[in-house]
C-alpha cells in the first residue's frame, strides 16, 4: 500500500506543487491549509510522514510538530519541516519541537522526492 | 522524473494576486503610531508566501522584491524598529511593483525596471537606516539566554567586531564555467544584498566579492536560479582569517551547551574557510549540498538510497535531551558567532519568547475551489437551456387534460421548483461582493488625496453585497472615474472647507445594496456640489437645448452629455467632469443607469443601479404584430390603457400622453421598428410607461403578455449589435424574442418626437435609426 | 479581423476541395462544405427591426440566436417563396453560425485543382470579388463562392462596422 504523507503549507500553489510530486512519485498525499487543519488531518489518518511550512496562519509549524509529538500514535512519524528560513536558529527550534529535518525552499520536486524517499522510503 | 512546474503558476498568480490584495488592505488600515502585531505578522506572512512561491516557480524578479520586503517587515515586527509612514509607503510601493512583477509573468505586460529599481532601492535604504538605530546586538541575546556567560558573549562580540565590521561579512563566490551573460546576471542579482565587485582568477573562473548582510544561505538561494549551487565556491574572505580559528578555541567553556555550539562554530567558519562551500561534517554540508538536514537522533529508512548523506547535529543531539533554555542558548551562541548573522536574527532571538503572537486568530481561508470562468458560464447556459426546455414542458403539459394527467402535472410541478433551486445556485457561483472593486479605492483615495492637499475619510458600505462577476470587472472602471471625480472636483481643500463651515476632512463614501431586482452602487462627497445655473449656462454656450423648467436630475444629467465637460468647465462648475459619458455609456451597456442628486455647497451623490446578473432578466412581455418583445421589468412604472382624452398631440409632431399631471412622450415601438401592426390607436393598445436615466417615456405596444424570468441571449454572438434591442432570449415555444433596450428607446423616442424640455443631445442609435427610417 | 488574407491565402493555395452546391435563380454555386454545419428546413423566424430586407431575422438554434440571410432577395433573383421545401444552409464561419436561404441544396462534390478556372469579367449575381472561381461538372457551371469573405463583408450588413 502506498505511503501516506500529510502536507501542510498555506499557500496553495507550493502544497499542490509538493501533493502532485509526492503523488507522482507514488505517495498518497493528504493535504491541510495550516497547523490547525493540519493536526486535524493527522487525528483523522496517522500518516507516514508529515512535511510541515513554518510560517502559517492560525497555527505555525512549530506548534503543530509540538502538537503531534504529544499525541501518542505521532510519536515515532518522521516529521520534516519545509521553510524558507533556513536559519540554523529555526532549525534548532524545529528540532526542539520535535522535527526530524528540514528541507529549505525553494527546492524542486526532484529532491523534495529524493528526500522523502530518503525518509520512508518509495 | 519530470515535473512540468508551470502547472502550478495559474494557482500561484492567484494566490499572490489575493496575498498582495490583502497585504494593501492592511496597510492601508494600519496605525502607525501603535500597529496591530497580528497585522504586521499577517503583512509579514503575505510578502513570505510570495517570495517562498516566486523563488519554487523561478520568479526570479519577485523573489528580489519580496527578499527585501521580508527582511524589512521582519525587522518592524520584531519591534526592532519603528514603524514609520515612510515605510506604509514603501511597502504600498512594493505592492504595486509586485502587482506589476505578478501581471508581467502572467499576462505578458510591460515591466517597469526602473521603478523595480528605485522601489528594492527604498527598502534596502529603510532597512539599512532603521538598522543603525537598532540596539546592538549582544543586548538582546542576554535577555535571551537562560543562563548568560558574560565572558563568553563579551567575546562574542570581539570576534564579530573583528571579523565583520558594521555587521557584514564578504563572500568570495567562485563561478563554475557559466557563460559571461550568467556571470552579469548573478552579479546583478547578487547585488542586491550588497556590494559586488567582480574579478577573473588565474584560471579563468570568475570571482564575485560580495559585501553583505545577508547570510551564506540567502546568496546560495540566489544563486541557485542561475547556477547549480554545488558548482558554487563560496568562501567567507576575512582579513583576520588566521586569527579567527583560535580565537573561538581559546573561549573558556562556561555552559556545556554553549561549548558545543562554539566549537561546532569554529569548525564551520575554519571550513569555509578553507574550501568555500559546507564542507561543515554534519549539518552545514547538508545545507549548502542539498538544501535539508535530518537531525538526529532521527534514523533514515532502511531504503534509503544514500545514508550516509544524513545528518548527525551533536550539537542538537545534546540540546534535544536538555532543557530548551540551554537548548536556546546554544543555538544563540551559535548563530552569534558565525559571521553571517544578520539582524533579523539577533531580532528574531529577542522574539523567541513570544512566538505565541505569531499566531494570527480566523484570518481562516475558507474552504474553496478553484473553477475557470468559462466553467461556471457553461454551467449557466446549459442551466439556461434547460430552463427554457423546463418552460416548454410546462407549455405543453397545460394542454393536457389535468384530471387525466395528474401525476404527470404534478412531476413537472416538482420539476419546474428543482429546475428554479438549481438556476439560482448556479447563478449564484458567479456572485461576488463588491469588496473586490471596493478595496482598490483606500489607496486611490489615499494617494489622491495626498497629491491634491486635500483630506479625505474614505468610508465604504455594504462590502458584502453580491454582484455577477462580469458585471464586477465591468463596474471598476466607470467606479473609478467617479471617485478620481468626487475627489478631485468634489471635496474642496481644507481652507475651502473651513470657509464654508465644514471639517476640515471631507467624507467619500462608497455604498452598495440591493434594491429590488438590481444593486444600487452610490459614490457620495461632502464637497462642494454641483452648481445647477452654471450647467445650464454653460449647456447652453455648448449648443445644448435646455429649458429652465428642466429638472435638477435633468440639468445635472446634461453632464454625461459627450464633450460637455472640458477640464476648464470641470472646476467651473465644480462639477464632474470629463469622461462623464464614458461612464454613463459604459455602465449603460451594462444594462444599468446613472443618477446624480446634488445640492450645492452640500455635496452630491451619483448613484448607479445595475442588474444583479447579466444572464438573466425579469421581463414583461408584450406584443407587436405577430411579435413577441420583452422589456426589462424594472424600468417599467406601470402600465395603462390611456383613454382618448388623455392623448395630446403636440403641434403635429409627436403624441404625449396625460398621466398623473406629468405629459409623457408616447413611443410608438411599431413605427420605431417599422413593424406591422393593426393596432395604431394608442386607445387600442397598452402603454408601458417606462423610466431610465431620469427620463421617462410611453412606450404603445399591442397588448401585454406576461410577466417571466428570461435568460439574455446575446445578439452580438452570431450577429450585432440592433439599435433598441440590448439582446434576445428564447421563449417557452422555442420562439426567439428581442429584449428592449429601454434607454435606447427612450433616446430614439426623443429624437422622433419634440418634446419639451429635455432633449437628447448625442446618441449614435438615434443617428443610426435616422438614416434607416 | 483578416477576412482578407483568408480570402488571399484560399485563391493563393487552391481551390481544391469539396464543395456543397446550391441553386439560387438560374446559376449553381459552390460553397466550401467544410463551413457548412448543417442544412434545415425555413423554421419562423423573428424579425428584427430596421435591418434590410434580405436579413429575415433570427432563429434559435439549440439555444443560439442565429441570423438568417435570404440570399435569393439579397441577389434579386425573382419570386421568393417561403415553403417545407425552402432551405437554409447554416454555416460556421469561424465560430459565428450564419444561416443563408438558397432555392435549393443539390449536392457535394469533390474538385480537382484542374478542374478550376479563375474568373473571367462575367456577369454574375455575386460581386466577382467573392468568386474564387468556376468549375464545369457535367456540363454545369458551377460558381464557387467565397462564403465566408461574403458574409463578413458590409454590405452583408451582419456583423458591426467596428467588429468587422
Same mark, same amino acid.
Given at each position: 500500500?502506498?505511503?501516506?504523507?500529510?502536507?501542510?503549507?498555506?499557500?496553495?500553489?507550493?502544497?499542490?506543487?509538493?501533493?502532485?510530486?509526492?503523488?507522482?512519485?507514488?505517495?498518497?498525499?493528504?493535504?491541510?491549509?495550516?497547523?490547525?487543519?493540519?493536526?486535524?488531518?493527522?487525528?483523522?489518518?496517522?500518516?507516514?510522514?508529515?512535511?510541515?511550512?513554518?510560517?502559517?496562519?492560525?497555527?505555525?509549524?512549530?506548534?503543530?510538530?509540538?502538537?503531534?509529538?504529544?499525541?501518542?500514535?505521532?510519536?515515532?512519524?518522521?516529521?520534516?519541516?519545509?521553510?524558507?528560513?533556513?536559519?540554523?536558529?529555526?532549525?534548532?527550534?524545529?528540532?526542539?519541537?520535535?522535527?526530524?529535518?528540514?528541507?529549505?525552499?525553494?527546492?524542486?520536486?526532484?529532491?523534495?522526492?529524493?528526500?522523502?524517499?530518503?525518509?520512508?522510503?518509495? | 522524473?519530470?515535473?512540468?512546474?508551470?502547472?502550478?503558476?495559474?494557482?500561484? &498568480?492567484?494566490?499572490?494576486?489575493?496575498?498582495?490584495?490583502?497585504?494593501?488592505?492592511?496597510?492601508?488600515?494600519?496605525?502607525?503610531?501603535?500597529?496591530?502585531?497580528?497585522?504586521?505578522?499577517?503583512? &509579514?506572512?503575505?510578502?513570505?508566501?510570495?517570495?517562498?512561491?516566486?523563488?519554487?516557480?523561478?520568479?526570479?524578479?519577485?523573489?528580489?522584491?519580496?527578499?527585501?520586503?521580508?527582511?524589512?517587515?521582519?525587522?518592524? +515586527? =520584531?519591534?526592532?524598529?519603528?514603524?514609520?509612514?515612510?515605510?506604509?509607503?514603501?511597502?504600498?510601493?512594493?505592492?504595486?511593483?509586485?502587482?506589476?512583477?505578478?501581471?508581467?509573468?502572467?499576462?505578458?505586460?510591460?515591466?517597469?525596471?526602473?521603478?523595480?529599481?528605485?522601489?528594492?532601492?527604498?527598502?534596502?535604504? #529603510?532597512?539599512?537606516?532603521?538598522? $543603525?538605530?537598532?540596539?546592538?546586538?549582544?543586548?538582546?541575546?542576554?535577555?535571551?539566554?537562560?543562563?548568560?556567560?558574560?565572558?563568553?558573549?563579551?567575546? $562574542?562580540?570581539?570576534?564579530?567586531?573583528?571579523?565583520?565590521?558594521?555587521?557584514?561579512?564578504?563572500?568570495?563566490?567562485?563561478?563554475?564555467?557559466?557563460?559571461?551573460?550568467?556571470?552579469?546576471?548573478?552579479?546583478?542579482?547578487?547585488?542586491?544584498?550588497? %556590494?559586488?565587485?567582480?574579478?577573473?582568477?588565474?584560471?579563468?573562473?570568475?570571482?564575485?566579492?560580495?559585501?553583505?548582510?545577508?547570510?551564506?544561505?540567502?546568496?546560495?538561494?540566489?544563486?541557485?536560479?542561475?547556477?547549480?549551487?554545488?558548482?558554487?565556491?563560496?568562501?567567507?574572505?576575512?582579513?583576520?582569517?588566521?586569527?579567527?580559528?583560535?580565537?573561538?578555541?581559546?573561549?573558556?567553556?562556561?555552559?556545556?551547551?554553549?561549548?558545543?555550539?562554539?566549537?561546532?562554530?569554529?569548525?564551520?567558519?575554519?571550513?569555509?574557510?578553507?574550501?568555500?562551500?559546507? #564542507?561543515?561534517?554534519?549539518?552545514?554540508?547538508?545545507?549548502?549540498?542539498?538544501?535539508?538536514?535530518?537531525?538526529?537522533?532521527?534514523?533514515?529508512?532502511?531504503?534509503?538510497?544514500?545514508?550516509?548523506?544524513?545528518?548527525?547535529?551533536?550539537?542538537?543531539?545534546?540540546?534535544?535531551?536538555?532543557?530548551?533554555?540551554?537548548?536556546?542558548?546554544?543555538?544563540?551562541? !551559535?548563530?552569534?558567532?558565525?559571521?553571517?548573522?544578520?539582524?533579523?536574527?539577533?531580532?528574531?532571538?529577542?522574539?523567541?519568547? +513570544?512566538?505565541?503572537?505569531?499566531?494570527?486568530?480566523?484570518?481562516?481561508?475558507?474552504?474553496?475551489?478553484?473553477?475557470?470562468?468559462?466553467?461556471?458560464?457553461?454551467?449557466?447556459?446549459?442551466?439556461?437551456?434547460?430552463?427554457?426546455?423546463?418552460?416548454?414542458?410546462?407549455? @405543453?403539459?397545460?394542454?393536457?387534460?389535468?384530471?387525466?394527467?395528474?401525476?404527470?402535472?404534478?412531476?413537472?410541478?416538482?420539476?419546474?421548483?428543482?429546475?428554479?433551486?438549481?438556476?439560482?445556485?448556479?447563478?449564484?457561483?458567479?456572485?461576488?461582493?463588491?469588496?473586490?472593486?471596493?478595496?482598490?479605492?483606500?489607496?486611490?483615495?489615499?494617494?489622491?488625496?495626498?497629491?491634491?492637499? =486635500?483630506?479625505?475619510?474614505?468610508?465604504? $458600505?455594504?462590502?458584502?453585497?453580491?454582484?455577477? !462577476?462580469? %458585471?464586477?470587472?465591468?463596474?471598476?472602471?466607470?467606479?473609478?472615474?467617479?471617485? @478620481?471625480?468626487?475627489?478631485?472636483?468634489?471635496?474642496?481643500?481644507?481652507?475651502?472647507?473651513?470657509?464654508?463651515?465644514?471639517?476640515?476632512?471631507?467624507?467619500?463614501?462608497?455604498?452598495?445594496?440591493? =434594491?429590488?431586482?438590481?444593486?444600487?452602487?452610490?459614490?457620495?462627497?461632502?464637497?462642494?456640489?454641483?452648481?445647477?445655473?452654471?450647467?445650464?449656462?454653460?449647456?447652453?454656450?455648448?449648443?445644448?437645448?435646455?429649458?429652465?423648467?428642466?429638472?435638477?436630475?435633468?440639468?445635472?444629467?446634461?453632464?454625461?452629455?459627450?464633450? &460637455?465637460?472640458?477640464?476648464?468647465?470641470?472646476?467651473?462648475?465644480?462639477?464632474?467632469?470629463?469622461?462623464?459619458?464614458?461612464?454613463?455609456?459604459?455602465?449603460?451597456?451594462?444594462?444599468?443607469?446613472?443618477?446624480?442628486?446634488?445640492?450645492?455647497?452640500?455635496?452630491?451623490?451619483?448613484?448607479?443601479?445595475?442588474?444583479?446578473?447579466?444572464?438573466?432578466?425579469?421581463?414583461?412581455?408584450?406584443?407587436?404584430?405577430?411579435?413577441?418583445?420583452?422589456?426589462?421589468?424594472?424600468?417599467?412604472?406601470?402600465?395603462?390603457?390611456?383613454?382618448?382624452?388623455?392623448?395630446?398631440?403636440?403641434?403635429?409632431?409627436?403624441?404625449?400622453?396625460?398621466? @398623473?399631471?406629468?405629459?409623457?412622450?408616447?413611443?410608438?415601438?411599431?413605427?420605431?421598428?417599422?413593424?406591422?401592426?393593426?393596432?395604431?390607436?394608442?386607445?387600442?393598445?397598452?402603454?408601458?410607461?417606462?423610466?431610465?436615466?431620469?427620463?421617462?417615456?410611453? #412606450?404603445?405596444?399591442?397588448?401585454?403578455?406576461?410577466?417571466?424570468?428570461?435568460?439574455? =441571449?446575446?445578439?452580438?454572438?452570431?450577429?450585432?449589435?440592433?439599435?433598441?434591442?440590448?439582446?434576445?432570449?428564447?421563449?417557452?415555444?422555442?420562439?426567439?424574442?428581442?429584449?428592449?433596450?429601454?434607454?435606447?428607446?427612450?433616446?430614439?423616442?426623443?429624437?422622433?418626437?419634440?418634446?419639451?424640455?429635455?432633449?437628447?443631445?448625442?446618441?449614435?442609435?438615434?443617428?443610426?435609426?435616422?438614416?434607416?427610417? | 479581423?483578416?477576412?482578407?488574407?483568408?480570402?488571399?491565402?484560399?485563391?493563393?493555395?487552391?481551390?481544391?476541395?469539396?464543395?456543397?452546391?446550391?441553386?439560387?435563380?438560374?446559376?449553381?454555386?459552390?460553397?466550401?462544405?467544410?463551413?457548412?454545419?448543417?442544412?434545415?428546413?425555413?423554421?419562423?423566424?423573428?424579425?428584427?427591426?430596421?435591418?434590410?430586407?434580405?436579413?429575415?431575422?433570427?432563429?434559435?438554434?439549440?439555444?443560439?440566436?442565429?441570423?438568417?440571410?435570404?440570399?435569393?432577395?439579397?441577389?434579386?433573383?425573382?419570386?421568393?417563396?417561403?415553403?417545407?421545401?425552402?432551405?437554409?444552409?447554416?454555416?460556421?464561419?469561424?465560430?459565428?453560425?450564419?444561416?443563408?436561404?438558397?432555392?435549393?441544396?443539390?449536392?457535394?462534390?469533390?474538385?480537382?485543382?484542374?478542374?478550376?478556372?479563375?474568373?473571367?469579367?462575367?456577369?454574375?449575381?455575386?460581386?466577382?470579388?467573392?468568386?474564387?472561381?468556376?468549375?464545369?461538372?457535367?456540363?454545369?457551371?458551377?460558381?464557387?463562392?467565397?462564403?465566408?469573405?461574403?458574409?463578413?463583408?458590409?454590405?452583408?450588413?451582419?456583423?458591426?462596422?467596428?467588429?468587422?
Amino acid at each position: 500500500m502506498a505511503k501516506t504523507i500529510l502536507a501542510v503549507d498555506d499557500s496553495g500553489s507550493l502544497r499542490q506543487m509538493v501533493a502532485f510530486s509526492l503523488k507522482a512519485a507514488g505517495y498518497d498525499v493528504v493535504q491541510a491549509v495550516d497547523g490547525q487543519d493540519g493536526l486535524n488531518k493527522a487525528k483523522e489518518k496517522t500518516v507516514d510522514l508529515v512535511l510541515t511550512d513554518q510560517n502559517m496562519p492560525i497555527m505555525d509549524g512549530l506548534t503543530l510538530i509540538k502538537n503531534l509529538r504529544e499525541l501518542g500514535s505521532y510519536q515515532k512519524v518522521p516529521i520534516l519541516m519545509l521553510t524558507t528560513e533556513s536559519s540554523d536558529e529555526m532549525k534548532a527550534k524545529g528540532k526542539a519541537a520535535g522535527a526530524n529535518g528540514w528541507l529549505v525552499k525553494p527546492f524542486d520536486p526532484k529532491r523534495l522526492i529524493e528526500v522523502v524517499q530518503k525518509v520512508i522510503g518509495s | 522524473m519530470t515535473i512540468d512546474m508551470s502547472q502550478f503558476y495559474e494557482v500561484f &498568480f492567484d494566490e499572490a494576486e489575493e496575498l498582495l490584495a490583502e497585504a494593501e488592505r492592511l496597510l492601508l488600515g494600519i496605525n502607525i503610531a501603535n500597529p496591530d502585531n497580528e497585522e504586521l505578522n499577517a503583512i &509579514f506572512r503575505a510578502a513570505h508566501s510570495i517570495k517562498g512561491g516566486a523563488a519554487t516557480f523561478g520568479f526570479m524578479d519577485m523573489t528580489e522584491i519580496t527578499h527585501v520586503l521580508e527582511n524589512l517587515l521582519d525587522k518592524i +515586527r =520584531k519591534n526592532e524598529m519603528a514603524l514609520t509612514a515612510e515605510h506604509v509607503d514603501a511597502f504600498l510601493a512594493a505592492k504595486d511593483v509586485l502587482k506589476m512583477e505578478l501581471d508581467g509573468h502572467r499576462l505578458a505586460t510591460e515591466v517597469d525596471q526602473e521603478q523595480v529599481a528605485d522601489v528594492k532601492m527604498m527598502l534596502k535604504q #529603510l532597512s539599512e537606516a532603521g538598522a $543603525v538605530a537598532t540596539p546592538v546586538a549582544t543586548d538582546s541575546t542576554v535577555s535571551v539566554s537562560a543562563t548568560p556567560p558574560p565572558v563568553e558573549f563579551s567575546a $562574542v562580540a570581539e570576534i564579530a567586531q573583528n571579523e565583520i565590521p558594521d555587521g557584514t561579512s564578504c563572500f568570495n563566490i567562485v563561478m563554475p564555467d557559466i557563460t559571461e551573460k550568467d556571470v552579469e546576471n548573478l552579479q546583478e542579482e547578487l547585488g542586491l544584498l550588497g %556590494l559586488v565587485a567582480l574579478s577573473k582568477q588565474s584560471d579563468g573562473h570568475f570571482v564575485i566579492t560580495l559585501t553583505t548582510d545577508s547570510s551564506q544561505a540567502d546568496i546560495v538561494s540566489i544563486c541557485s536560479f542561475i547556477v547549480d549551487p554545488d558548482d558554487l565556491v563560496i568562501t567567507l574572505k576575512t582579513d583576520a582569517s588566521p586569527v579567527k580559528a583560535p580565537q573561538v578555541a581559546e573561549i573558556k567553556p562556561v555552559v556545556a551547551e554553549t561549548v558545543e555550539s562554539k566549537a561546532d562554530t569554529g569548525t564551520k567558519v575554519l571550513v569555509q574557510e578553507e574550501v568555500g562551500y559546507g #564542507l561543515f561534517e554534519e549539518e552545514g554540508k547538508e545545507k549548502q549540498e542539498e538544501g535539508y538536514g535530518f537531525f538526529a537522533p532521527f534514523q533514515p529508512h532502511p531504503d534509503a538510497v544514500k545514508a550516509n548523506l544524513i545528518g548527525d547535529d551533536t550539537a542538537l543531539t545534546l540540546a534535544n535531551s536538555g532543557t530548551t533554555s540551554a537548548q536556546l542558548a546554544a543555538s544563540t551562541a !551559535k548563530v552569534e558567532a558565525t559571521p553571517v548573522s544578520t539582524a533579523s536574527q539577533d531580532a528574531d532571538r529577542r522574539n523567541a519568547g +513570544r512566538r505565541e503572537s505569531d499566531k494570527v486568530p480566523a484570518s481562516a481561508e475558507a474552504s474553496s475551489i478553484r473553477v475557470g470562468v468559462e466553467k461556471v458560464d457553461q454551467l449557466i447556459n446549459l442551466v439556461g437551456e434547460l430552463v427554457i426546455t423546463q418552460a416548454m414542458i410546462e407549455q @405543453r403539459i397545460s394542454m393536457l387534460d389535468p384530471v387525466h394527467n395528474e401525476a404527470l402535472i404534478n412531476s413537472v410541478g416538482q420539476l419546474t421548483r428543482n429546475t428554479r433551486d438549481l438556476q439560482e445556485s448556479v447563478m449564484s457561483i458567479r456572485m461576488m461582493p463588491m469588496d473586490f472593486v471596493f478595496s482598490r479605492f483606500p489607496r486611490m483615495v489615499r494617494d489622491l488625496a495626498a497629491k491634491l492637499n =486635500k483630506k479625505v475619510d474614505f468610508v465604504t $458600505v455594504g462590502a458584502a453585497t453580491e454582484l455577477d !462577476k462580469g %458585471l464586477i470587472e465591468r463596474i471598476v472602471d466607470p467606479l473609478t472615474h467617479l471617485v @478620481r471625480n468626487s475627489v478631485d472636483h468634489g471635496i474642496e481643500i481644507p481652507e475651502n472647507r473651513r470657509k464654508a463651515g465644514k471639517s476640515d476632512s471631507g467624507t467619500l463614501t462608497l455604498s452598495a445594496a440591493h =434594491k429590488g431586482g438590481s444593486i444600487v452602487i452610490e459614490v457620495t462627497d461632502d464637497g462642494a456640489g454641483l452648481n445647477r445655473d452654471k450647467i445650464l449656462a454653460k449647456a447652453q454656450s455648448n449648443g445644448l437645448p435646455v429649458s429652465e423648467n428642466m429638472t435638477d436630475s435633468e440639468v445635472f444629467s446634461l453632464i454625461f452629455a459627450p464633450g &460637455f465637460s472640458t477640464a476648464e468647465v470641470v472646476t467651473d462648475v465644480s462639477g464632474r467632469g470629463v469622461g462623464m459619458d464614458v461612464v454613463k455609456r459604459n455602465i449603460t451597456a451594462m444594462g444599468g443607469s446613472v443618477d446624480i442628486r446634488s445640492a450645492l455647497g452640500f455635496g452630491t451623490t451619483i448613484s448607479i443601479s445595475l442588474p444583479l446578473t447579466l444572464a438573466i432578466l425579469d421581463g414583461m412581455s408584450v406584443s407587436l404584430g405577430q411579435s413577441v418583445y420583452v422589456i426589462p421589468l424594472n424600468l417599467i412604472v406601470e402600465t395603462l390603457q390611456p383613454r382618448a382624452e388623455d392623448i395630446k398631440t403636440v403641434t403635429g409632431e409627436g403624441r404625449m400622453v396625460h398621466v @398623473r399631471g406629468e405629459y409623457l412622450p408616447i413611443i410608438a415601438l411599431h413605427s420605431l421598428f417599422n413593424h406591422a401592426t393593426d393596432i395604431t390607436d394608442p386607445t387600442q393598445g397598452v402603454l408601458v410607461l417606462l423610466e431610465s436615466d431620469g427620463k421617462k417615456s410611453a #412606450l404603445f405596444v399591442d397588448r401585454l403578455v406576461g410577466q417571466q424570468q428570461v435568460v439574455i =441571449k446575446s445578439l452580438e454572438t452570431n450577429f450585432k449589435r440592433i439599435p433598441g434591442v440590448s439582446g434576445a432570449t428564447i421563449m417557452g415555444d422555442g420562439s426567439v424574442a428581442l429584449i428592449l433596450d429601454v434607454a435606447a428607446l427612450i433616446q430614439m423616442g426623443q429624437s422622433t418626437n419634440y418634446i419639451t424640455g429635455a432633449a437628447s443631445f448625442s446618441n449614435q442609435n438615434n443617428q443610426h435609426m435616422q438614416s434607416n427610417a | 479581423m483578416s477576412t482578407d488574407n483568408v480570402m488571399s491565402n484560399s485563391k493563393a493555395k487552391s481551390a481544391e476541395g469539396e464543395y456543397l452546391t446550391f441553386v439560387l435563380g438560374a446559376e449553381e454555386y459552390g460553397l466550401e462544405i467544410l463551413k457548412v454545419q448543417e442544412i434545415r428546413g425555413y423554421d419562423a423566424v423573428t424579425q428584427i427591426a430596421n435591418t434590410p430586407e434580405f436579413i429575415k431575422g433570427v432563429v434559435n438554434l439549440r439555444g443560439k440566436i442565429v441570423p438568417i440571410v435570404d440570399l435569393r432577395i439579397k441577389f434579386n433573383l425573382g419570386k421568393v417563396e417561403y415553403n417545407e421545401f425552402t432551405v437554409v444552409i447554416i454555416l460556421n464561419l469561424h465560430g459565428r453560425v450564419v444561416g443563408i436561404v438558397v432555392d435549393g441544396v443539390s449536392d457535394v462534390i469533390a474538385l480537382k485543382e484542374e478542374q478550376i478556372r479563375d474568373v473571367p469579367s462575367l456577369v454574375t449575381s455575386i460581386d466577382t470579388k467573392y468568386i474564387v472561381g468556376l468549375a464545369t461538372v457535367a456540363e454545369r457551371m458551377l460558381i464557387l463562392v467565397d462564403i465566408e469573405q461574403l458574409m463578413t463583408s458590409q454590405e452583408m450588413a451582419l456583423v458591426d462596422a467596428v467588429a468587422a
